[in-house]
């Protein structure tokens, strides 16, 4: 069981960049794999990134690839998400996921992860 809880949205200007974070709270995150989603007002859920248990390997969604950038610090059970160069396609709420998904390191829908945050809202004016 772990609790995540998402921060550092809010209002950031076309080219700029801004960091959101996600803290889990019940368990450490050692164990599961990470991964950020978005949704626009109108629009489906979407993957952004993921990053493996350890660290080591991660995966972007070709629209953030080269401007987003995922981590993690398992010791402080927290989960980051780096935005630059943001546009206003970036608008939308951002939510923190984790899994228990245990096989090889993939891309994975939703359905695979258990534990999602409230979400944080990140807002691009042009």
């Known amino acids: 069981q772990v609790q995540l809880l998402e921060s550092g949205g809010g209002l950031v200007q076309a080219g700029g960049s801004l960091r959101i974070s996600c803290v889990a709270s019940?368990?450490?995150?050692?164990?599961?794999?990470m991964a950020w989603f978005r949704q626009a007002p109108g629009k489906e859920r979407e993957f952004v990134a993921a990053?493996?248990?350890?660290?080591?390997?991660?995966d972007y969604a070709d629209s953030v690839k080269g401007r987003f950038i995922i981590s993690r610090d398992n010791a402080r059970n927290t989960l980051y998400l780096r935005m630059n160069n943001v546009n206003a396609e970036d608008t939308a709420d951002y939510y923190c996921?984790?899994?228990?998904?245990?096989?090889?390191?993939?891309?994975?829908?939703?359905?695979?992860?258990?534990?999602w945050g409230q979400g944080t809202q990140v807002t691009v004016s042009s």
């Open positions: 019940g368990s450490t995150l050692r164990s599961y794999a």
């Open positions: 996921a984790a899994s228990t998904y245990a096989g090889p390191f993939r891309r994975v829908g939703p359905s695979e992860y258990e534990y």
């Open positions: 990053v493996s248990w350890s660290g080591d390997l991660t």
